[in-house]
């Protein structure tokens, strides 16, 4: 039977399972990813369950988030991730090498291999051949330990890329056009598959911006092929022995099927405040803005960053203007150097900072009230720039600079030259020092880890309780973000490896009483409901972690987002959804809700009546829970699960 590339790489890969849409399947994992603001989490997990040594091809830290040091918590937290990427035997990267994705890209990812990362957007090196996934902390950390992940088989869906792209258009806003066309839930159980002659046009980069968005749009994951494109990638990296060509049989079949013509694509822009709010840029010409900002794991490559310089050169940005130039790696950024683009841009009145995250994750850059931000970043949740009432709006590069330019948004085509032509440098740069390689095993045994005064414990997590009378201290609408459950940014980050205060500012955003009410309620605990798409967004396993940490024991919901289902899961939180999603409407703030007989229950049925109390009221409730979850939600959650697993296989 003709395979699909992502057949294939599942197929390779399989450990459990069938690959028939909807049934759970196990697969094996070669490499990891995580960052500093889930990373250090994850080392403690690691910590946790008594790991040795890390059992994957390849496993890398990232310190990219937390590089703002106004006090020692993220520099002391550095230094715990740097020991514990020894102990462990991690790649690590220091602060200033760069933002994860592309410098795995760059120096570590592999046609036709898995990688499983502790960020939402790891699925940006699905653009090298391979089947790269965000999960949450712990998946991560038993991936490391030598456990298969387990998903939902997704649909595959086909997209057909055909023509070419026009001047002024590039690779950001074709994945603004899917969203446009199917919004921030299209990609929910699907991994998108890019396909067609229009492939040809599209670098490696290209296509990184392309699968990296794939998260805002819900998917799984994106795939591209491993072709010549990627091939004379990793040969400009010093790796070209690293290449296999991957590709779809022909004939292959696709469960769903779109086909975007690049050649009637045309300038596009998310307006506030949803990846899936897009609308052409031409349709909000004019709206002035405070800050223009090119940078991020959407837009990480040399080209991203040389046309904002050529557009910009020579010229120069209006006073009340903000143009923050954040660079994705260390060798982007001596290429750009080299290449007099920084020189270009400075002189134009650019801002430069330090390669990494930055304000794409709140932490630092954040624009004034009630002014218009433009930004190559992929998300623009409700307070996710650091400024709580805050209005970003996310473009392309071309659409970025000539909106800098201009000192509003402007539609790049209306600018009076012609379309710059950049090319990638003929030598660039090759930084094989940007990882840190691991110890030898001997060695790595003999490294104590080191933990400042920021750092708790993860508490231990009681088993599911058989009877709880809950009350309901949240009903919350659609689309509520990771963000808006527990916000990013300088002020909440440094706080990630100390649960008890990185909790206070849980649901803030929402709700400013819901952490007072919850400690009320914290032994007894409680319960949370909203509508569709609850907990899109980053993977941070905080947002399961921290409210759990303060009484939650069910989420019932219209339904879910990926992987903060599995995060409430991996924590022992019950998610549940409504049969009836009109049940939601039934519900208020304060209504307490009845459960008996839980653990029996869930293990025999999957739908179940739970009671309204003094209300006289029942609603039907299901889980969508496996045989292997429900025994992970019984035992209170992953750790302690996987605890027992680790403690068989080293007895």
Same mark, same amino acid.
């Given at each position: 039977?003709?395979?699909?590339?992502?057949?294939?790489?599942?197929?390779?890969?399989?450990?459990?399972?069938?690959?028939?849409?909807?049934?759970?399947?196990?697969?094996?994992?070669?490499?990891?990813?995580?960052?500093?603001?889930?990373?250090?989490?994850?080392?403690?997990?690691?910590?946790?369950?008594?790991?040795?040594?890390?059992?994957?091809?390849?496993?890398?830290?990232?310190?990219?988030?937390?590089?703002?040091?106004?006090?020692?918590?993220?520099?002391?937290?550095?230094?715990?991730?740097?020991?514990?990427?020894?102990?462990?035997?991690?790649?690590?990267?220091?602060?200033?090498?760069?933002?994860?994705?592309?410098?795995?890209?760059?120096?570590?990812?592999?046609?036709?291999?898995?990688?499983l990362g502790s960020d939402s957007h790891t699925c940006a090196n699905g653009c090298m051949g391979m089947l790269a996934m965000g999960a949450g902390g712990l998946d991560v950390a038993l991936a490391i330990a030598g456990e298969p992940i387990f998903i939902n088989m997704p649909k595959v869906w086909g997209v057909k890329l055909i023509g070419k792209l026009p001047d002024w258009v590039s690779a950001k806003d074709i994945i603004l056009e899917l969203l446009r066309r199917f919004e921030v839930k299209g990609g929910v159980g699907k991994i998108i598959e890019y396909y067609g002659p229009g492939l040809e046009t599209l670098s490696a980069m290209d296509r990184h911006v392309i699968a990296n968005m794939g998260a805002e749009l819900g998917a799984t994951t994106s795939v591209f092929p491993s072709d010549e494109t990627v091939r004379e990638f990793l040969k400009q990296q010093g790796r070209e022995e690293d290449w296999v060509e991957l590709t779809a049989d022909e004939g292959a079949a696709y469960d769903l099927y779109e086909e975007i013509n690049l050649s009637e694509l045309e300038p596009l822009i998310a307006k506030p405040s949803s990846p899936g709010n897009v609308v052409p840029v031409a349709e909000v010409a004019g709206t002035e803005i405070y800050q223009s900002y090119v940078g991020s794991s959407a837009n990480p490559g040399y080209r991203d960053f040389a046309i904002a310089a050529k557009i910009v050169e020579g010229k120069r940005i209006p006073s009340g203007v903000s143009f923050d130039i954040n660079p994705t790696s260390r060798q982007l950024l001596t290429d750009l150097v080299k290449e007099s683009h920084v020189a270009s841009l400075l002189e134009a009145g650019a801002r430069l900072h330090q390669a990494g995250c930055n304000g794409c994750i709140g932490m630092g850059q954040a624009p004034a009230t009630g002014r218009n931000s433009l930004r190559t970043t992929p998300r623009n949740f409700p307070g996710r720039s650091g400024t709580r009432e805050d209005s970003v709006f996310l473009c392309s590069p071309e659409t970025a600079a000539a909106s800098a330019l201009t000192g509003k948004i402007t539609d790049p085509r209306t600018l009076d030259m012609p379309y710059p032509k950049v090319a990638d440098p003929e030598h660039p740069t090759i930084d094989t020092k940007l990882l840190v390689e691991p110890l030898p095993l001997e060695e790595a045994q003999k490294v104590e880890l080191h933990k400042g005064p920021n750092i708790s414990l993860i508490p231990e997590l009681d088993e599911l309780h058989d009877s709880m009378e809950l009350p309901i201290l949240l009903k919350m609408g659609d689309n509520i973000s990771t963000d808006e459950i527990l916000a990013g940014g300088a002020r909440v980050l440094p706080?990630?490896? +100390? *649960?008890?205060?990185?909790?206070?500012?849980?649901?803030?955003? !929402? &709700?400013?009483?819901? =952490?007072?009410?919850?400690?009320?309620?914290?032994?007894?605990?409680?319960?949370?409901?909203?509508?569709?798409?609850?907990?899109?967004?980053?993977?941070?396993?905080?947002?399961?972690?921290?409210?759990?940490?303060?009484?939650?024991?069910?989420?019932?919901?219209?339904?879910?987002?990926?992987?903060?289902?599995? +995060? *409430?899961?991996?924590?022992?939180?019950?998610?549940?959804?409504? !049969? &009836?999603?009109?049940? =939601?409407?039934?519900?208020?703030?304060?209504?307490?809700?009845?459960?008996?007989?839980?653990?029996?229950?869930?293990?025999?049925?999957?739908?179940?009546?739970?009671?309204?109390?003094?209300?006289?009221?029942?609603?039907?409730?299901?889980?969508?829970?496996?045989?292997?979850?429900?025994?992970?939600?019984?035992?209170?959650?992953?750790?302690?699960?996987?605890?027992?697993?680790?403690?068989?296989?080293?007895?």
């Amino acid at each position: 039977m003709a395979l699909n590339l992502t057949q294939k790489l599942i197929q390779s890969h399989l450990v459990s399972g069938e690959m028939v849409p909807g049934e759970e399947i196990g697969l094996k994992i070669d490499q990891t990813l995580t960052q500093d603001a889930t990373g250090t989490m994850v080392m403690l997990e690691l910590e946790a369950m008594g790991v040795k040594r890390a059992q994957t091809e390849a496993s890398a830290q990232y310190v990219d988030h937390n590089i703002i040091q106004v006090d020692n918590k993220n520099a002391d937290d550095h230094l715990f991730l740097q020991s514990a990427t020894r102990r462990f035997g991690l790649y690590y990267s220091q602060p200033g090498n760069g933002v994860s994705h592309p410098v795995h890209m760059q120096r570590l990812a592999k046609p036709g291999k898995t990688l499983l990362g502790s960020d939402s957007h790891t699925c940006a090196n699905g653009c090298m051949g391979m089947l790269a996934m965000g999960a949450g902390g712990l998946d991560v950390a038993l991936a490391i330990a030598g456990e298969p992940i387990f998903i939902n088989m997704p649909k595959v869906w086909g997209v057909k890329l055909i023509g070419k792209l026009p001047d002024w258009v590039s690779a950001k806003d074709i994945i603004l056009e899917l969203l446009r066309r199917f919004e921030v839930k299209g990609g929910v159980g699907k991994i998108i598959e890019y396909y067609g002659p229009g492939l040809e046009t599209l670098s490696a980069m290209d296509r990184h911006v392309i699968a990296n968005m794939g998260a805002e749009l819900g998917a799984t994951t994106s795939v591209f092929p491993s072709d010549e494109t990627v091939r004379e990638f990793l040969k400009q990296q010093g790796r070209e022995e690293d290449w296999v060509e991957l590709t779809a049989d022909e004939g292959a079949a696709y469960d769903l099927y779109e086909e975007i013509n690049l050649s009637e694509l045309e300038p596009l822009i998310a307006k506030p405040s949803s990846p899936g709010n897009v609308v052409p840029v031409a349709e909000v010409a004019g709206t002035e803005i405070y800050q223009s900002y090119v940078g991020s794991s959407a837009n990480p490559g040399y080209r991203d960053f040389a046309i904002a310089a050529k557009i910009v050169e020579g010229k120069r940005i209006p006073s009340g203007v903000s143009f923050d130039i954040n660079p994705t790696s260390r060798q982007l950024l001596t290429d750009l150097v080299k290449e007099s683009h920084v020189a270009s841009l400075l002189e134009a009145g650019a801002r430069l900072h330090q390669a990494g995250c930055n304000g794409c994750i709140g932490m630092g850059q954040a624009p004034a009230t009630g002014r218009n931000s433009l930004r190559t970043t992929p998300r623009n949740f409700p307070g996710r720039s650091g400024t709580r009432e805050d209005s970003v709006f996310l473009c392309s590069p071309e659409t970025a600079a000539a909106s800098a330019l201009t000192g509003k948004i402007t539609d790049p085509r209306t600018l009076d030259m012609p379309y710059p032509k950049v090319a990638d440098p003929e030598h660039p740069t090759i930084d094989t020092k940007l990882l840190v390689e691991p110890l030898p095993l001997e060695e790595a045994q003999k490294v104590e880890l080191h933990k400042g005064p920021n750092i708790s414990l993860i508490p231990e997590l009681d088993e599911l309780h058989d009877s709880m009378e809950l009350p309901i201290l949240l009903k919350m609408g659609d689309n509520i973000s990771t963000d808006e459950i527990l916000a990013g940014g300088a002020r909440v980050l440094p706080y990630r490896s +100390n *649960l008890p205060e990185i909790s206070k500012f849980s649901f803030e955003i !929402i &709700d400013r009483t819901y =952490y007072t009410r919850a400690q009320e309620s914290k032994m007894t605990g409680h319960a949370l409901v909203a509508g569709s798409n609850y907990g899109q967004g980053s993977s941070r396993e905080h947002a399961a972690l921290a409210p759990r940490y303060l009484g939650l024991r069910v989420a019932l919901v219209k339904d879910f987002a990926r992987i903060h289902w599995q +995060n *409430l899961v991996n924590f022992g939180v019950l998610p549940l959804t409504f !049969i &009836d999603p009109l049940d =939601y409407d039934l519900l208020e703030m304060g209504d307490v809700l009845v459960f008996s007989n839980l653990r029996q229950t869930i293990q025999s049925v999957n739908e179940f009546p739970i009671a309204i109390k003094d209300k006289d009221k029942q609603l039907l409730v299901q889980h969508a829970l496996s045989k292997r979850q429900i025994e992970v939600m019984l035992k209170g959650g992953m750790i302690n699960w996987a605890k027992e697993r680790q403690r068989l296989l080293h007895s």
